[in-house]
């Protein structure tokens, strides 16, 4: 019912910025949170950052002030602006999307995931 499509992953190096985007299609409306996740290499599936339908972001503390979260509702679109980045940020990240009303940290509780992107911060 609902496909999420992921783009923008790169190669970095440590300081710059990278925006990742991410398109859902098909029953949209039963889509009321968004969020991104990323997981690392030998590491469980981590939460990033998350946005209500009416804006209101939280985000994990190792990425506050320098992520931003933002999504377009006519579009069907959120998007990860990724600032000062640093080389523990490398990972596949996802975008996720859920029928909560506000973001969770729990993978298990987000219903729709995208196809993972790479991002790679070198130094």
């Known amino acids: 019912q609902v496909q999420l499509v992921e783009s923008g992953e790169g190669l970095v190096q440590a300081g710059g910025s990278l925006r990742l985007s991410c398109a859902a299609s098909?029953?949209?409306?039963?889509?009321?949170?968004m969020g991104w996740f990323r997981q690392a290499p030998g590491k469980e599936r981590e939460f990033v950052a998350g946005i209500t339908r009416n804006g209101g972001t939280l985000y994990t503390d190792s990425v506050q002030g320098r992520f931003i979260i933002s999504r377009d509702n006519a579009k069907n679109t959120v998007t990860l602006q990724m600032n000062n980045l640093k080389p523990e940020d490398t990972a596949v990240y996802y975008c996720?999307?859920?029928?909560?009303?506000?973001?969770?940290?729990?993978?298990?509780?987000?219903?729709?995931w995208g196809q993972g992107t790479q991002v790679t911060v070198s130094s």
């Open positions: 996720a999307a859920g029928a909560g009303a506000f973001p969770s940290k729990t993978p298990s509780q987000w219903a729709y």
């Open positions: 098909g029953y949209t409306f039963i889509l009321p949170t």
